[in-house]
């Protein structure tokens, strides 16, 4: 087995409508999911408000220390709308409009009411220097600055221009998870889950409890680059937990 | 009216599996919703991963700068359940059994199956010089180290434990925030929106769009620490939708 590198990403969840408690977030988990599967490890996220400075000094935080960088909110076109400005300040550039997204949203605009107004114009504004992501879903494109990927907050867009890069990005191995579920409580089974994790170095195995249809259980989460070692360890796991007499769910809840 | 100075708080959010897209968060929202009430403003959260130097890091750079921190997740029975000794290295302390941790410990197991095991025991360590927050859903408690409040993963847990805290706290005043809903698209209503947060010095309009029923609209979130405000830019705002000839969607959706 070659030795591979790990390659990480971090995500800016923008918006004062989070944070206020407003909007449940639909987008970490679909962004992280995503990344997964292009080989990339999510290693952090940060949700910051709709300010300047603190989207500018997040966004500079976090470009440097990891592969990429996503961010999700605030390319609309009203005027709490300031990731690009943010963004464009970060990097020490200015604002353009840039030609090919305005040809996209003269194009998408044409025959509807009021047409390429100057509040959907905003959304043609890019840092300079930046190249646009596709938006099959509504449009308005995406945005990349070198290894900032700048996506929509609407999470059916963010979704749409994730689609439309998968299989672009370099990445690693994907992580498999393999999830043990049983009728254990996890303070029950802890011996058995270190001893377990230990004996299959390369792997790490998480606990979570529940409770469903009157009983508690938990679910027993196996992770690794490697599938057929997180296979062989969610295997080991299973048989020492019905040798010890705890009722399996399958696959977990 | 006296200048009143703005609370604020942190919230770290511990957990691979959130990470990893397996488990969508819920703790933001419900956090986020209950600073408010007490006043305080949620400034910023970080999720990350189950590691003790990026939890201790985590844990010092906000600690510092806001008045408080709060977090959640880590705190379970398994080897996966780092928080405390995460946050007690940042802290600069040792790990102990907390004495009345153990007490409530031995009391909630006392009639349950293998009672206060190792794993259990577990769940009554705490940094040196931490108190304890009652937990009056499931016995463990939670731990409150300075301005650090650490809070179970588990939803349900969390916020009954939020519960036990309510009025507790210092704080201002809450953000009071008015929903304004209408048939209308964000990008035609954009300029009427700017001009009505221009003549309203203290409010803050957020526009998000929504489609629903087969049709486009927008929610209009108004949000200011003076509640008349709040209201009377409401008002307003209604007032100038209607008078456009936009369809009012009564309390937004």
Redesign the interface.
Same mark, same amino acid.
């Given at each position: 087995m070659t030795e591979e590198r790990t390659w990480t990403a971090a995500l800016v $969840?923008i918006? #004062?409508?989070?944070?206020?408690?407003?909007?449940? #977030?639909?987008n970490?988990?679909?962004? &992280?999911?995503?990344l997964?599967e292009q080989g990339i490890?999510? &290693?952090? $996220? @940060?949700? %910051?408000?709709?300010d300047l400075d603190?989207i500018g000094e997040t966004v500079n935080a976090l470009r440097a220390t990891h592969d990429y960088l996503f961010t999700t909110g605030g390319i609309?076109?009203?005027? #709490?709308d300031i990731t690009v400005d943010a963004i464009a300040a970060a990097f020490g550039v200015p604002v353009i409009v840039h030609p090919q997204a305005r040809a996209i949203l003269e194009d998408y605009y044409r025959d509807r !009411?009021?047409g390429l107004?100057?509040? @959907?114009l905003?959304m043609a504004r890019t840092p300079q220097g930046a190249e646009l992501l596709p938006n099959p879903y509504s449009g308005a494109p995406g945005i990349k600055m070198e290894n900032v990927y700048i996506l929509a907050g609407?999470p059916n867009i963010a979704a749409s221009m994730l689609e439309a890069l998968t299989g672009k990005l370099a990445g690693g191995r994907p %992580?498999v !998870?393999v999830t043990v579920g049983a009728r254990a409580a996890? !303070?029950?089974v802890? #011996?058995m889950?270190?001893e377990t994790?230990a004996a299959h170095p390369g792997v790490?195995?998480?606990?979570?409890?529940f409770f469903k249809d009157g009983g508690y259980g938990s679910n027993f989460?196996i992770?690794s680059e490697d599938g057929e070692l997180a296979k062989s360890c969610g295997g080991a796991l299973s048989e020492r937990l019905r040798e010890a007499g705890y009722e399996p769910v399958e696959g977990g809840i």
């Open positions: $969840v918006g #004062d409508e989070i944070l206020s408690g407003r909007t449940q #977030d639909k970490v988990a679909k962004v &992280a999911t995503w997964n490890r999510l &290693a952090e $996220v @940060r949700i %910051v408000p709709d603190r609309g076109p009203t005027h #709490d !009411s009021s107004n100057p509040a @959907r905003r609407v %992580v !998870s996890e !303070s029950d802890a #011996d889950l270190r994790e790490a195995i998480g606990s979570y409890p989460v992770r």
